[in-house]
């Protein structure tokens, strides 16, 4: 069956619609004028998913991403099917872990996640029972980073809390750090080979499909999926994608353990969990409550009784 035979030409803006049709309650972001634009260059399936996704909102590169996967979803099922949005790894091109080149593993469910400032909030959550942290240290004098990462490494020592520093990797191998938490922006700056090398355990940002992809490619210990929700802490380059499509990419990305982080506190929690998530990252909702200790447990606790049945497991990874 050739490319091209899954949809008549004269078929293709009604295939497009279709798409648009059946998922803009839950994955649209923004309305786009109904075009469409017809290429002989790229088969039709890919074609219409492309022009679909970009009328729900998604940028360019990833629609382009999902429409590759919704043509190798229908040569896979030997259809076409507007109702079926690509959730299936191997049309992503994603592979089954673990993997040579795999990460260190880390638990599937990581709970509250909590992003603080300095080793002086890591010691305070991390006495108060947070289970993940996230030192987010901002310096440019090494001396002061390495200090903040010494001291927040052994301010988890006696606590069962795992602590991952953000950016500063070579300062996380040193002080002995469970793991290291990378933006897009610094994979091709930061020695993953030494990370890896090292035994710590790495995390990476995401923020829609393209990069979901592309950090798939390192085998990464857990993925952030965010801005779920609008956030003022940090200036996001694409727009807060919603719970829908977090439902999305945590059916694509099932395998690892995942994380979603932006403009999230207690009353969205149940929303942001039913997705199947295994933790939530929080950075104001504890920073700025007037008894970070009493709101600590109030998350983790909630968290904890939200997870997702079947993507929790018994035994932890540590």
Not at 98 to 107: L, Y
Not at 208 to 236: I, Q, W
């Amino acid at each position: 069956m050739s490319n091209d035979s899954f949809i008549k030409p004269k078929d293709h803006e009604a295939a497009v619609q279709a798409i648009v049709n059946a998922h803009q309650s839950t994955l649209a972001l923004s309305a786009i004028p109904p075009t469409f634009s017809h290429s002989g260059l790229e088969p039709a399936v890919y074609q219409v998913a492309r022009q679909a996704c970009l009328r729900l909102g998604f940028i360019d590169k990833d629609a382009a991403c999902v429409a590759r996967a919704w043509q190798n979803q229908t040569e896979r099922t030997g259809h076409f099917d507007a109702l079926q949005w690509p959730i299936e790894p191997l049309d992503f091109g994603i592979q089954p872990l673990p993997r040579a080149n795999s990460f260190a593993a880390c638990p599937q469910q990581l709970g509250l996640y909590a992003v603080l400032p300095d080793a002086a909030w890591v010691a305070r959550m991390a006495q108060a029972g947070v289970p993940t942290l996230q030192l987010r240290f901002k310096s440019n004098d090494p001396a002061a980073i390495n200090r903040e990462v010494l001291s927040a490494v052994q301010a988890v020592k006696d606590t069962d809390a795992l602590l991952f520093i953000n950016d500063h990797w070579q300062a996380a191998i040193d002080a002995g750090a469970y793991g290291v938490h990378l933006g897009q922006e610094d994979i091709d700056t930061a020695d993953l080979d030494a990370i890896r090398q090292a035994g710590l355990r790495l995390g990476l940002s995401t923020h829609g499909y393209a990069e979901m992809c592309l950090a798939d490619t390192y085998a990464p210990s857990y993925m952030a999926m965010g801005a779920v929700f609008p956030t003022t802490l940090k200036r996001m380059v694409t727009a807060a994608q919603g719970t829908g499509r977090l439902h999305a990419y945590a059916q694509l990305l099932r395998e690892y353990p995942l994380v979603a982080i932006g403009g999230i506190d207690f009353a969205r929690l149940p929303e942001v969990m039913g997705s199947g998530v295994g933790s939530v990252a929080v950075v104001r909702a504890l920073i700025a409550a007037n008894n970070p200790e009493a709101e600590a447990i109030r998350l983790s606790d909630a968290i904890h009784k939200l997870s997702h049945p079947i993507r929790a497991k018994k035994q932890a990874i540590i």
